[in-house]
């Protein structure tokens, strides 16, 4: 367990209801990372950040928003949920500076009907 | 445009047997290729992972292949058992201050007794 704890785990909404999804780590590392994960798709990267208030985008981050106000803290918002955002997301964690070592959260897993 | 492919999609392999996955990537600034394994309802958690320097890493019964030249990377699971039954994938990154990876779309491996 790498101290990452994502909630909710399970979260069902409705076309158009806005959406967010927390993570939560207690490592204090700075690299944070939000994937989503689809049959057929892998894992694509949404936004990642690499310090309070530092975000960037990944490949698939139309329809989504995150911010960072705090270290330990890494919020994903769909701002107008869509059935096409349907999907587990992942949460990660980088401990090392410049490597691919990731830690993922055990996901949560949204539906939007 | 697909960075890392795949193959294969799914595996069936009888205990004892040798699993083999194979990946691509096109990317040639790509220099970290990990692999991950995912339980179901899990995150994915890192297995083993080969930097470009290296044409081979070995740990336990998994190795990492790996060939510059043809920019592609192999994991072999040797005297496979039913508890390596799960999803592996696939990773590339490339070095700098912002490390991101990109994944594979998995390979689902059952192992049979």
């Known amino acids: 367990d790498a101290g990452i704890t994502q909630s909710p785990r399970h979260k069902v909404t409705e076309t158009g209801t806005p959406v967010t999804l927390r993570c939560h780590q207690t490592?204090?590392?700075?690299?944070m990372y939000w994937y989503r994960q689809d049959p057929g798709h892998g894992l694509r990267l949404i936004h990642y950040?690499?310090?309070?208030?530092?975000?960037d985008k990944g490949e698939v981050s139309d329809g989504y928003s995150v911010s960072r106000s705090k270290t330990e803290d890494f919020l994903l918002t769909l701002e107008s949920a869509t059935s096409s955002q349907t999907s587990v997301y992942f949460c990660?964690?980088?401990?090392?500076?410049?490597?691919?070592?990731?830690?993922f959260g055990e996901g949560s897993r949204l539906t939007v009907l | 445009q697909q960075q890392v492919k795949q193959s294969p999609q799914s595996l069936i392999v009888q205990k004892g047997g040798i699993s083999i996955i194979n990946c691509a990537y096109e990317?040639?600034?790509?220099?970290?290729f990990p692999w991950y394994q995912q339980f179901p309802g899990k995150g994915p958690a890192l297995l083993i992972a080969?930097?470009?320097?290296?044409s081979e890493k070995k740990e336990g019964r998994f190795t990492i292949s790996f060939n510059k030249s043809a920019k592609q990377f192999s994991l072999h699971i040797m005297d496979s058992q039913p508890g390596d039954s799960a999803t592996y994938f696939c990773?590339?990154?490339?070095?700098?201050?912002?490390?991101?990876?990109?994944f594979g779309k998995g390979t689902l491996l059952t192992v049979n007794p």
């Open positions: 990660a964690i980088s401990y090392q500076l410049n490597t691919g070592e990731l830690f």
């Open positions: 490592e204090n590392h700075r690299y």
């Open positions: 950040s690499y310090g309070v208030k530092d975000t």
């Open positions: 990317n040639t600034a790509f220099d970290y």
């Open positions: 080969i930097r470009p320097d290296v």
């Open positions: 990773a590339a990154g490339a070095g700098g201050s912002n490390y991101k990876l990109t």
